[in-house]
């Protein structure tokens, strides 16, 4: 009798999870400048709608963060260099409301796409759940051209390090 409890039990378990999975896949953000993008997520990663068939840098960072500062010219560097193959979208976490993240952004010059986690909260809470990310910043998921997750990493990389991951993620691509 022990058993078929913890058997029915676990089966309970299993599908609250998978309800609970199939509600956190279905999500949207909207950048500083009023786009939105429909993002779903799948076994491997996340289809960002607008961004198939690019290598995509899911960054989370924050206003006040060194690291995350030092990071933004490199990142608006591999932008401008890649911007035909790569899709840099980077995530203020560290409290910014949308008009503030918006100034940041316009007053750092960042060329790529940029969000306030007030308009991308369901990705990020998405992130922490699948990548079990604990808010360190700066935090990269990086993702193949097919939307895979292929990186994840959690502190600064230079640009060298980030030229050579955007040179894998090309090559895989074949």
Known sequence: MKKILSIALLLLTLSNYTLAEEVLTSMSMTDITGK???????EEGL???????KIVFLEFFGYKCPPCLASIPHLID????????????????????????KQFAKDKKMNYIVLSEEKAADVVS???????????????????????????H???LSEESLEELIAELSENKK
């Open 36 to 42: 939105s993008y429909a993002v779903q997520g799948t």
């Open 47 to 53: 289809k960002i709608e607008g961004l198939e068939g």
């Open 78 to 101: 591999l932008q401008e260099k890649h911007k035909d193959k790569l899709a840099i979208v980077s995530i203020e976490v560290q409290g910014y409301s949308n008009e503030e993240t």
């Open 126 to 152: 998405y992130i922490q759940q699948r990548a079990q990310w604990r808010g360190s910043i700066p935090f990269l998921v990086a993702l193949d051209t097919k939307g895979n997750v292929q990186f994840v």
């Open 154 to 156: 959690a502190g600064m």
